[in-house]
């Protein structure tokens, strides 16, 4: 996959690409690579084309051999890798290339817009929206220096590329998502994951370990949507699972239970949280594998589970003895669980607000439960 950010001087794109690649590190591979400039590239074919053999800066040419570089990537990520998870990801991509063009007035060229559409379209484009002012402090702030602050006037130059950034945009030959720099750089990096990575987060778990309590409290506290796929079998068949196992039988739930993970994993933008037993259907645990979303188990001791699910009351496959039934289906479980977690997070003597909250940071910062 392929994921461009742009923006002009100051925005943010560097700060975005180190925050999504700690985000992204356990679901997905990055990459970013840079090749050596070519002598024939794309951008003295377009000054050929133009007749304008000075029309372009060496940081120009540099610019164009990034976009070499991102044409052979991309070829390669589908040739031999072919990995749906494979991102590379692109700062200052032909956007930037765009919003130059605009400045020199050269925006309307057909060479121009050939090249532009030859070269593949991002699967995700971002472009990071700053006040001129606010560019201008940062990089005034930061260490590396910046060809603006040589400027006769900074701002109106930081000016006139924020414009030009937001023409660029508009002249795209596809969908651009812009996000608002002046937020935190945490907020930026989470915005972006979220569109990148569905569901947020999948909590597996025991019955009793939490996964329904603990998921709507890490939901409510990202401002995301909250799922539970014994809700969404109950939406669908309009009886409660109780019922469901009464009339039709455990195989029937796992069918229509296997059917609504699949759905929510291609589509559901929040946390989802599966059933105790979803991961023993082989079809769930191929889909949790190959899903981008990070996969968290929450653990209980067989004493924290009883104590918490008490009688079993709404839960079939706990009836009669509960903590025996507890401890038959963990011993079956346990493996299955092992194979499609990500991070694994203990619950025991923990309240359940404590559990969202290391859960979140384990998935803000990628480290291991
Ligand atoms: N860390 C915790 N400490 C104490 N009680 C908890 C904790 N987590 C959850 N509980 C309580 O345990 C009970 C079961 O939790 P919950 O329904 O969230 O489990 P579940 O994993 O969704 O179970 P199921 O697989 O049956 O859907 C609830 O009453 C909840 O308030
Ligand atoms: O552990 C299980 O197999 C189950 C757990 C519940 O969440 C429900 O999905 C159903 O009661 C089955
Ligand atoms: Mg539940």
Do not use: W
């Amino acid at each position: 996959m392929l994921i461009e950010v742009c923006g002009p001087d100051g925005a943010g794109k560097s700060t975005l690409v180190d925050g999504l690649r700690v985000r992204l590190r356990s679901s997905v591979r990055a990459y970013e690579r840079i090749v050596r400039s070519e002598s024939r590239n794309l951008l003295e074919r377009v000054m050929l084309e133009l007749g304008r053999p000075d029309a372009f800066s060496s940081r120009e040419h540099e610019l164009v051999v990034i976009l070499d570089a991102i044409r052979q990537s991309h070829a390669d990520l589908h040739v031999y890798r072919g990995s749906p998870h494979s991102h590379a990801f692109v700062t200052f991509y032909h956007c930037a290339l765009l919003a130059r063009l605009h400045e020199r007035g050269l925006a309307a060229d057909e060479a121009l817009r050939h090249l532009l559409r030859s070269l593949p379209p991002p699967d995700l484009s971002l472009r990071l929206t700053v006040e001129p002012e606010t560019a201008l402090d940062r990089i005034r702030n930061r260490v590396k220096g910046d060809d603006v602050l040589s400027a006769p006037e900074p701002l109106a130059r930081l000016r006139d590329r924020v414009h030009a950034y937001e023409l660029a945009g508009r002249e795209l030959p596809y969908e651009q998502v812009t996000l608002d720099s002046a937020q935190c750089p945490e907020q930026v990096a989470a915005q972006a994951r979220a569109l990148l990575v569905r569901p947020y987060a999948v909590l597996i778990g025991m019955p009793g370990a939490g996964k329904s309590t603990i998921g709507r409290l890490l939901a409510d506290s990202l401002g995301l949507p909250f799922a539970d796929s014994d809700q969404l079998v109950e939406e669908r068949t309009g009886q409660t699972i109780p019922d469901l196992f009464a009339a039709e039988g455990e195989d029937a739930f796992r069918k229509l239970e296997t059917e609504v993970i699949a759905d929510a994993l291609s589509a559901f933008n929040g946390v989802l949280a599966l059933g105790g037993g979803a991961v023993v259907t082989d079809a769930t645990r191929q889909a949790l594998l190959s899903s981008a979303a990070p996969v968290v188990l929450l653990r209980a001791s067989v004493a924290s589970l009883h104590e918490r699910v008490g009688d079993g009351a709404g839960r079939p496959l706990l009836a009669g003895d509960p903590r025996a039934r507890l401890l038959e289906l963990e011993a079956v479980r346990e493996p299955y669980y092992r194979i499609v977690a990500g991070l694994t997070v203990d619950t025991d003597q923990r309240t359940p607000a404590q559990v969202a909250a290391t859960v979140r940071m384990l998935l803000a910062t990628n480290r291991r439960g």
